[in-house]
């Protein structure tokens, strides 16, 4: 399993996710402007990934700074925190990790502006080798919830190329496949973008793992025809009743899940969870370009001049999630109690 994104000599090496399927090509990035420009337009993608990008992006910002006072480094590590917190506004793994970088830089100002520099770096480094940790935990705790020969329909990209490895929503199938349980797993193409269809269907193939890609307006036709036993899905953000913001579509699936009585999971790390948001009326929903709509692969699919609108994300309400699979163990409904005892 490729590693979606990795410190490397200096550098920010990630995978293109803008050339997938066509083209698996790598490319590196020496400043933060690079990682800013990958995060904005989806080279790199997945709440858990798009944090560990701003974490090292971060780091490559103060690493390649010329100044030598440490009062002047604090500001312009600010002003890079700013510009990385503008690039995605739904993802709260984002926030999480300027965070933890910030804090990190605080804790560190006796250390002069090289102790900082290195403080970043390993700091970052050590949000990534947590990720694939997390990932690995949630693929463990999630896998006893696959039973063998289940169908699970999955949304999006939440996989690997979501995060540094292993995924959020694909590690309990990733795991449960190397336990040898007989599993088929069926993909939404995700419209707008297609992450299911270019990324998700990709990296299951990589692993030999028997799935089939549906076009979303499928998916009520298979749970009717009982090839679905489990919805598994990840998420961008948590509130701390349960509610789950998701790609766009994810909210439907919920429902339709609820209609034929099918269990429906999130799997997501408890850095997903927004502790200071309480219901997910307040998740703020990215909006992206109309032409994400009008267009598919460059080529237009609607008439000129018409309104169109493109919500990335949607949320599903706590009452429609069977469970919420997070490293620290599986939370059951009701959720609100469960998810204020992680709060750090
Ligand atoms: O717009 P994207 O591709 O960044 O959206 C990604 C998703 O919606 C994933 O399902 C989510 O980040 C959770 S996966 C780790």
């Known amino acids: 399993m490729i590693k979606t994104i990795e ?16 083209k698996e090509e790598f490319f590196e990035c020496s400043d933060y402007e690079c990682v800013i420009d990958a995060i904005k337009s989806m080279k790199i993608r997945g709440a858990p990934a798009i944090g560990v990008a701003a974490a090292m992006g971060i780091a490559l910002g103060a690493k390649n700074t010329l100044v030598n006072d440490a009062d002047e480094l604090l500001k312009e590590i600010d002003v890079i925190c700013e510009k990385m917190r503008n690039t995605r506004p739904t993802a709260i793994n984002l926030f999480w ?42 693929g463990e705790l999630g896998a ?29 199938i990733y795991h449960s496949f190397k336990e040898g349980k007989k599993i088929h797993i069926y993909v939404d193409e995700t419209r707008p973008r297609l992450q299911g269809a270019r990324l998700t269907i990709w990296e299951l193939n990589k692993e ?24 598994f899905v990840g998420s961008d953000r948590i509130a701390t ?28 790390p408890t850095s997903t969870i927004d ?43 706590h009452r429609l999630i069977t469970a919420i699979v997070t490293e620290k163990g599986i939370l059951y409904p009701p959720f609100e109690v469960k998810i204020e005892n992680l709060r750090p």
């Open 7 to 22: 410190w490397k000599d200096g550098k920010v090496k990630m995978i293109d996710q803008s050339k997938l399927p066509l």
């Open 97 to 138: 990790a300027i965070e933890r970088m910030r804090k990190v830089v605080f804790s560190n100002t006796w250390a002069g502006v090289e102790g900082i520099k290195n403080a970043l770096e390993n700091e970052a480094i050590k949000i990534a080798n947590e990720d694939v940790e997390v990932n690995k935990k949630m």
């Open 144 to 172: 006893p919830l696959i039973k063998n020969g289940d169908g699970i329909l999955t949304h999006c990209n939440a996989g690997s190329l979501a995060t540094v490895k292993y995924g959020t929503a694909l590690a309990p």
């Open 208 to 231: 030999n793992i028997p799935a089939t890609l549906i076009t979303d307006n499928m998916a009520g036709y298979f749970m009717a025809k009982g090839k679905i036993d489990k919805v």
């Open 241 to 268: 009743n349960g509610d789950a913001a998701n790609k766009i579509g994810t909210y439907s699936l919920a429902i339709l899940a609820k209609e034929h009585k099918i269990p429906f999971y999130v799997v997501a």
């Open 275 to 317: 502790f200071n948001v309480s219901s997910g009326n307040e998740i703020p929903i990215e909006e992206r370009d109309e032409s994400e709509v009008t267009h598919i692969g460059g080529v237009q699919i609607a008439p000129d001049g018409i309104s169109v609108v493109n919500p990335a994300f949607d949320v599903t309400p």
